[in-house]
């Protein structure tokens, strides 16, 4: 079993491995630790990651890339629509409000949510893992940007439950970068002592998290967290924008008004981003036949880029100042800036971390792979899977909470969590009713970047008046849980309840006693006095209240419905995958048996020229056949005509076996052959190895020889100007028959070890004279030793003698 850790970015994805020798990150099948956030349908593929994104620009309507804005969202909402100017593929507002994703995949019209395709991604995450970790995927943790809201959250653990993922936790792209820095220090303050405080500046494809962090040994707490929907896309965009205007007057081709020319633009000016990171001179731009046939060329220099991008450097200064006022730090409480993100290699911004906190960027991360690397750690940490030293974590809720509600007295609001509060986090809402509430919980208006503030509205059932009819106490409790996400999980009514009870004789002769009584009952709430002899008792009972959510998220019918769709597609992913194999193995068979029937090809010279007339007329039929009516067929109909197609060319091929070994077999016939005859001169000499063999045994493999010899003259003679077109009349198997024949024979003569030599005789009268004068040594041997022994005996005692007596 395997832990992993999931960076799911806007543009890439990384996967990272909890192992004994520490966190791995793995590679995906091309070898890559980074694989792409697209998803692509071609006809009856679906195509995930790295060959999804290869055909962006040549499928760019069946090809889904930057989906992850949309989890969680309307297709009204303002960020969705301006989101929907950088899209090439379609996308429309579901009956729900929802976002959906139509393309075409078999060959019919399909809508998918974002959650699906982002399950679909998923799915290819997990395969990638299994297959370099040979072993069940079952845990996982996710990272998500720290300015995700409750309804993003939820549709991504929709989306990783589709998947079959089993989510252990989401983390915070944050607190994952800070775990990942702060696991491995082994010079973080004691408990006791002032914490060391980091700032991370995390800028990628989409985005800008900067976050404050306090360490100490063996755990992080996060100070703040502030965001900007700002990054590296952006500056794309702005290079983009700025060629496509110097082209319209240059060229006079509109790039923008060309979805797939401007798809060629953005990777270009991409390319050109990174290279002015490096370099300060100016960088040529060239795109060969990018419009209309026409090569366009222009370049650009760094001062020139950054005074372009000059409104976005803007928003990260705004944005890394806004952190400094949040987290209440000073300049000289911060101990180092630590950058991750693509994005933040960008000269500017490394300019700005300096002007801005005092201290030079530092590289100590991996800027692609800590994220992943932090949420494996997490993930290492939460299961008990894999043994790993502890290191808490103490998240912050990046958002004000409010709750409201309404009784008798009107409507009620209060402030749950201020921003920045600690999370995961309980806390309880005491009322007093008498019939069921409703609670509705929803961020402070303003405060988020999604246009609408609601979390969730929860009805609280099951309130009933005491038996008097007043209300009675209720406590709601408010989590923020760990993936945090906001919720009202439980929710307890006290129930009060009178009973009356005999009052029991009090005795008179023990003062002690009455003092006694009478201060337990001085010191019990619920016992009251009722008449002369009864007394009331009231008890108290908890009562747990049921819970009806409306909250943001699929309902279990669907993502059950949207589970099962999903396994059908990887069924049909395998099935399509084998149907490939199938065809790529026909039409690889088809050019291989062109190559070898050819004039000069290895079979050329064992086939008759008709024959290799029909076969070509034959292959070439297939190859048709393949690229039109045999495109799509079913992997039974490929093996069925690979079969038959390896039938008529067996034979040729058999021939070209036979004929291409026999002189190797007629080799070690011949070698067997005087190998034999060689041992046979050597006895013959007398030599001593073979000294032990008969005479007739000499002869029979004398005679072996001989007849192998007839037999291999007779074979030679029959293969002397053979057509090599015609099947041969001496197969290969007879020769090395013959060869393990004669092999056999030989060997089980040549090789049978020589007896032993027989033992000579022994004088009887030596043997009796040795024998005697071994036993007198023997004898005077046992004396002297017995005499030895009585010497350092001690002397017996007086009862020593009576006992032996």
Same mark, same amino acid.
């Given at each position: 079993?395997?832990?992993?850790?999931?960076?799911?970015?806007?543009?890439?994805?990384?996967?990272?491995?909890?192992?004994?020798?520490?966190?791995?990150?793995?590679?995906?099948?091309?070898?890559?630790?980074?694989?792409?956030?697209?998803?692509?349908?071609?006809?009856?593929?679906?195509?995930?990651?790295?060959?999804?994104?290869?055909?962006?620009?040549?499928?760019?309507?069946?090809?889904?890339?930057?989906?992850?804005?949309?989890?969680?969202?309307?297709?009204?909402?303002?960020?969705?629509?301006?989101?929907?100017?950088?899209?090439?593929?379609?996308?429309?507002?579901?009956?729900?409000?929802?976002?959906?994703?139509? &393309?075409?995949?078999? *060959?019919?019209? =399909?809508?998918?949510?974002?959650?699906?395709?982002? %399950?679909?991604?998923?799915? /290819? #995450? +997990?395969?990638?893992?299994?297959?370099?970790?040979?072993?069940?995927?079952?845990?996982?943790?996710?990272?998500?940007?720290?300015?995700?809201?409750?309804?993003?959250?939820?549709?991504?653990?929709?989306?990783?439950?589709?998947?079959?993922?089993?989510?252990?936790?989401?983390?915070?792209?944050?607190?994952?970068?800070?775990?990942?820095?702060?696991?491995?220090?082994?010079?973080?303050?004691?408990?006791?002592?002032?914490?060391?405080? &980091?700032?991370?500046? *995390?800028?990628? =494809?989409?985005?800008?998290?900067?976050?404050?962090? %306090?360490?100490?040994?063996? /755990? #992080? +707490?996060?100070?703040?967290?502030?965001?900007?929907?700002?990054?590296?896309?952006?500056?794309?965009?702005?290079?983009?924008?700025?060629?496509?205007?110097?082209?319209?007057?240059?060229?006079?081709?509109?790039?923008?008004?060309?979805?797939?020319?401007?798809?060629?633009?953005?990777?270009?000016?991409?390319?050109?981003?990174?290279?002015?990171?490096?370099?300060?001179?100016?960088?040529?731009?060239?795109?060969?036949?990018?419009?209309?046939?026409?090569?366009?060329?222009?370049?650009?220099?760094?001062?020139?880029?950054?005074?372009?991008?000059?409104?976005?450097? /803007?928003?990260?200064?705004?944005?890394?100042?806004?952190?400094?006022?949040?987290?209440?730090?000073?300049?000289?409480?911060?101990?180092?800036?630590?950058?991750?993100?693509?994005?933040?290699?960008?000269?500017?911004?490394?300019?700005?971390?300096?002007?801005?906190?005092?201290?030079?960027?530092?590289?100590?991360?991996?800027?692609?792979?800590?994220?992943?690397?932090?949420?494996?750690?997490?993930?290492?940490?939460?299961?008990?899977?894999?043994?790993?030293?502890?290191?808490?974590?103490?998240?912050?809720?990046?958002?004000?909470?409010?709750?409201?509600?309404?009784?008798?007295?009107?409507?009620?609001?209060?402030?749950?969590?201020?921003?920045?509060?600690?999370?995961?986090?309980?806390?309880?809402?005491?009322?007093?009713?008498?019939?069921?509430?409703?609670?509705?919980?929803?961020?402070?208006?303003?405060?988020?970047?999604?246009?609408?503030?609601?979390?969730?509205?929860?009805?609280?059932?099951?309130?009933?008046?005491?038996?008097?009819?007043?209300?009675?106490?209720?406590?709601?409790?408010?989590?923020?849980?760990?993936?945090?996400?906001?919720?009202?999980?439980?929710?307890?009514?006290?129930?009060?309840?009178?009973?009356?009870?005999?009052?029991?004789?009090?005795?008179?002769?023990?003062?002690?006693?009455?003092?006694?009584?009478?201060?337990?009952?001085?010191?019990?709430?619920?016992?009251?006095?009722?008449?002369?002899?009864?007394?009331?008792?009231?008890?108290?009972?908890?009562?747990?209240?049921?819970?009806?959510?409306?909250?943001?998220?699929?309902?279990?019918?669907?993502?059950?419905?949207?589970?099962?769709?999903?396994?059908?597609?990887?069924?049909?992913?395998?099935?399509?995958?084998?149907?490939?194999?199938?065809?790529?193995?026909?039409?690889?068979?088809?050019?291989?048996?062109?190559?070898?029937?050819?004039?000069?090809?290895?079979?050329?010279?064992?086939?008759?020229?008709?024959?290799?007339?029909?076969?070509?007329?034959?292959?070439?039929?297939?190859?048709?056949?393949?690229?039109?009516?045999?495109?799509?067929?079913?992997?039974?109909?490929?093996?069925?005509?690979?079969?038959?197609?390896?039938?008529?060319?067996?034979?040729?091929?058999?021939?070209?076996?036979?004929?291409?070994?026999?002189?190797?077999?007629?080799?070690?016939?011949?070698?067997?052959?005087?190998?034999?005859?060689?041992?046979?001169?050597?006895?013959?000499?007398?030599?001593?190895?073979?000294?032990?063999?008969?005479?007739?045994?000499?002869?029979?493999?004398?005679?072996?020889?001989?007849?192998?010899?007839?037999?291999?003259?007779?074979?030679?003679?029959?293969?002397?100007?053979?057509?090599?077109?015609?099947?041969?009349?001496?197969?290969?198997?007879?020769?090395?028959?013959?060869?393990?024949?004669?092999?056999?024979?030989?060997?089980?003569?040549?090789?049978?070890?020589?007896?032993?030599?027989?033992?000579?005789?022994?004088?009887?009268?030596?043997?009796?004279?040795?024998?005697?004068?071994?036993?007198?040594?023997?004898?005077?041997?046992?004396?002297?030793?017995?005499?030895?022994?009585?010497?350092?005996?001690?002397?017996?005692?007086?009862?020593?003698?009576?006992?032996?007596?």
């Amino acid at each position: 079993m395997s832990v992993i850790g999931i960076d799911f970015g806007n543009e890439s994805c990384y996967v990272a491995v909890a192992k004994a020798g520490g966190i791995e990150t793995i590679a995906n099948d091309y070898s890559l630790r980074a694989t792409p956030s697209f998803v692509a349908f071609a006809g009856r593929n679906r195509v995930l990651g790295v060959a999804a994104k290869n055909q962006q620009v040549t499928n760019m309507n069946n090809t889904i890339g930057n989906f992850k804005r949309f989890l969680g969202r309307k297709f009204e909402d303002p960020h969705v629509q301006e989101e929907l100017h950088m899209i090439p593929y379609h996308v429309e507002a579901l009956p729900d409000g929802g976002i959906g994703v139509r &393309v075409n995949y078999l *060959d019919e019209e =399909h809508v998918f949510t974002p959650e699906q395709i982002t %399950a679909m991604l998923f799915t /290819k #995450l +997990k395969e990638d893992a299994f297959k370099e970790l040979k072993a069940q995927i079952n845990d996982c943790v996710i990272s998500v940007p720290s300015y995700f809201t409750n309804a993003e959250r939820q549709a991504l653990l929709d989306a990783a439950n589709i998947s079959g993922l089993n989510v252990l936790r989401l983390i915070n792209e944050t607190t994952a970068t800070a775990l990942s820095y702060g696991f491995y220090k082994q010079d973080l303050p004691a408990p006791e002592e002032k914490p060391r405080n &980091v700032i991370f500046v *995390d800028c990628g =494809h989409a985005s800008l998290q900067v976050s404050a962090c %306090a360490f100490h040994k063996g /755990k #992080l +707490k996060m100070l703040a967290s502030c965001s900007d929907s700002v990054g590296g896309r952006d500056f794309d965009l702005v290079l983009a924008t700025h060629f496509s205007k110097e082209f319209q007057i240059k060229y006079k081709i509109d790039a923008s008004s060309k979805k797939r020319s401007f798809l060629r633009l953005m990777t270009e000016v991409e390319k050109l981003k990174k290279n002015m990171s490096a370099n300060s001179t100016k960088l040529p731009l060239n795109i060969e036949c990018f419009m209309n046939e026409i090569d366009v060329h222009s370049s650009m220099q760094r001062s020139e880029f950054e005074e372009l991008s000059s409104s976005l450097f /803007k928003r990260i200064e705004t944005t890394m100042r806004k952190l400094l006022t949040d987290s209440k730090l000073t300049l000289d409480e911060i101990h180092s800036v630590e950058i991750v993100g693509g994005s933040s290699r960008i000269p500017s911004i490394k300019q700005l971390i300096e002007q801005i906190f005092g201290k030079s960027a530092s590289t100590t991360l991996n800027q692609d792979e800590a994220v992943s690397r932090g949420a494996a750690l997490q993930c290492a940490i939460l299961s008990p899977a894999v043994r790993v030293r502890e290191f808490s974590c103490a998240d912050v809720q990046a958002y004000p909470v409010l709750i409201s509600w309404t009784d008798s007295d009107g409507p009620h609001e209060m402030k749950a969590f201020e921003q920045y509060h600690a999370a995961p986090f309980s806390r309880l809402l005491n009322v007093h009713r008498k019939d069921s509430m409703t609670v509705n919980v929803h961020y402070e208006a303003g405060s988020v970047p999604y246009p609408d503030p609601f979390i969730g509205t929860f009805q609280v059932n099951g309130i009933r008046p005491d038996a008097n009819g007043e209300a009675q106490e209720v406590k709601v409790k408010l989590r923020i849980d760990h993936n945090g996400i906001i919720l009202i999980p439980n929710a307890t009514m006290y129930e009060r309840s009178e009973s009356e009870e005999p009052r029991s004789p009090s005795p008179t002769t023990n003062g002690d006693q009455k003092s006694g009584d009478a201060a337990q009952n001085q010191a019990s709430p619920q016992v009251e006095e009722c008449g002369k002899d009864k007394k009331k008792k009231v008890t108290t009972k908890q009562v747990k209240l049921t819970i009806d959510p409306k909250t943001h998220g699929f309902e279990k019918a669907d993502l059950l419905k949207f589970f099962e769709e999903e396994m059908k597609m990887i069924a049909n992913d395998r099935q399509e995958k084998e149907r490939i194999d199938a065809r790529n193995a026909l039409e690889e068979q088809v050019y291989e048996v062109r190559e070898k029937i050819q004039e000069g090809g290895t079979l050329h010279a064992y086939i008759e020229p008709q024959d290799a007339s029909a076969i070509c007329r034959e292959l070439e039929e297939i190859e048709n056949w393949l690229y039109e009516e045999g495109e799509t067929c079913e992997k039974s109909v490929y093996k069925e005509r690979l079969e038959k197609m390896r039938a008529n060319i067996a034979p040729v091929h058999s021939r070209w076996e036979e004929y291409s070994n026999h002189e190797q077999a007629f080799t070690e016939l011949g070698h067997a052959i005087q190998q034999t005859l060689k041992a046979v001169e050597q006895y013959r000499a007398k030599e001593p190895k073979f000294d032990h063999l008969t005479e007739t045994e000499i002869i029979n493999i004398t005679e072996a020889a001989q007849k192998a010899q007839n037999w291999y003259e007779g074979a030679r003679s029959k293969l002397v100007g053979i057509n090599k077109t015609q099947d041969p009349p001496v197969k290969l198997a007879d020769i090395r028959h013959e060869t393990q024949t004669l092999t056999t024979c030989t060997n089980s003569v040549l090789n049978r070890p020589k007896p032993k030599p027989p033992t000579p005789p022994v004088d009887p009268n030596q043997q009796h004279g040795q024998s005697s004068s071994g036993s007198a040594e023997q004898e005077v041997q046992q004396n002297s030793s017995n005499a030895q022994q009585e010497n350092n005996s001690p002397k017996p005692t007086t009862e020593d003698s009576m006992d032996v007596e």
